[in-house]
C-alpha cells in the first residue's frame, strides 16, 4: 500500500536536504526521496567547500534572497549547534574593467554593500601570497567566505529527520503521474503518493520534469587540492577565499577561484562550464588535463601556492540556458514544483532556497523575490 505525504522532495541534495528540513519545520509529513547516500560524491555539492558572497551582480535580485540566505545560515548553525558558515573575506581580483571588478563594484554601489576597492600596489602589500600581472586591482568583501557544503547537508537532513520527516536513499524514482488530487512517485522498490511533489535531482531533473523544452546542460567540473610550496600564508584567518578574473591576461578565460588550507590542502576550480556529458557518464576518473587546470593559476599567479597535486575530484554542474536558477511551478502541474540549474553558484542560496519552495509547496506562493527565476523568462 502507498505511503502518503503533504509533499515529496526528489533529491536531497543541495536544495532538497533544505527543503525537507523547512517542510518538516512547519508540521508538513514530508518524504526526501535520493537515488544515492546523502549526502555523496556524485553530484555538485561535494568537494568539502562551497564560496559564500553578497556582492551579486548577475541580477538584482540575488542580493535580498543573499542576506535572507546568511540570516537561515545562522538560525540552522544556531539550531544545531554546527558551524557552518566561515567568514574569511572574498578577494576578487581582475583588471578595472572585467566582469570580476566591474560587477562587484556595482553590486556594492546599487546595495550599499560594504567593499574596499584596492589599487594595484594596495593588493601587492596586503596580500602578497599573489603576483598579479600590472594594472590588475582587487575588490575586498569582508562578508564572504564558504559553507561547509557536505556537512550543511547532513545538518540539513539529520534535523529534518529529527522533526519527522522521511528519508528514502538510495532508491531511484522511475517516473511521477498525478490524478488531479495528488501524486504518485514510483521508485524502485515502491509507490508514494503526496498532494505536492518538488523535483530538485540535480543533473537527474531533465529525466523527471517531462518537459522537452526546459533545456538543461550538465557539464563535469574538476576541483583540486595542492600542497602548497608555502602552507603558512595559506592559512585560514590569514588568506581569504579569493577569485581571480583573468580577462585581459593572454587568452585565459573563466574565473579561477580558491579557498584556505584545510586539512585536504588548498583547494582550487575553474569557474567556467566544461564538457557537456549525460550525467550518467560522468564517473570520477580523472586525466592529466585535470591536474594542469588546476595548476595554472597558482604557476602564473600564486607562485607560493604551487605544488604537488594531492588530490582532484569530479562534480556534475546542471546549468540552465542562461545561467540563472530555475524556480517555478511545473508548467503542466500545479501540484508540482521544479527548483533546478544551480551549479556554478548556487550552493549558497541553499538555505534560502529551502524557505522558498516549502513556502511554494504549504502556500501556493512566497515574499521572497522569484519571479526572474521563472520559466516565463526561458520562453520569452
Known sequence: MASHYDVIVVGVGSMGSAICYHLAKRGASVLGIDSQSVPN???????ET???????QEHPDYVPLLRDAYQLWEEIEHETGTKLLHKTGVLYMGFPDSEAITGVRLASETHKL????????ELALQFPQFNL???MIGALEPEGGYLLSELAIETYTQAS???????LTNEPVIDWASNGSSITVRTANGRHTAGKLILCAGAWTSGLLQQPNISLTVTRQVLGWVQPKRPELFQPGDHPVWNIDPNGDGDLTG???GFPMSADGLKVALHLPGKS???DEITDETF???EEEILLPLRRYIPNAFGPVRSVKVCKYTNSEDGHFIVDRHPANDRVHIACGFSGHGFKFASVMGSVLSELALDGKTQRPIDFLGLSRLAN
Not at 41 to 47: A, E, K, L, V
Not at 114 to 121: D, E
Not at 161 to 167: I, V
Open 41 to 47: 560524491t556524485n553530484s555538485s555539492h561535494h568537494g
Open 50 to 56: 562551497r564560496v559564500i558572497r553578497l556582492t551579486y
Open 114 to 121: 560594504p567593499c574596499s576597492m584596492l589599487t594595484h600596489s
Open 133 to 135: 600581472p600590472e594594472g
Open 161 to 167: 529527520e529529527q522533526l519527522g520527516a522521511k528519508l
Open 255 to 257: 574565473i579561477y577561484y
Open 277 to 279: 556529458m549525460d550525467p
Open 288 to 290: 592529466p588535463p585535470d
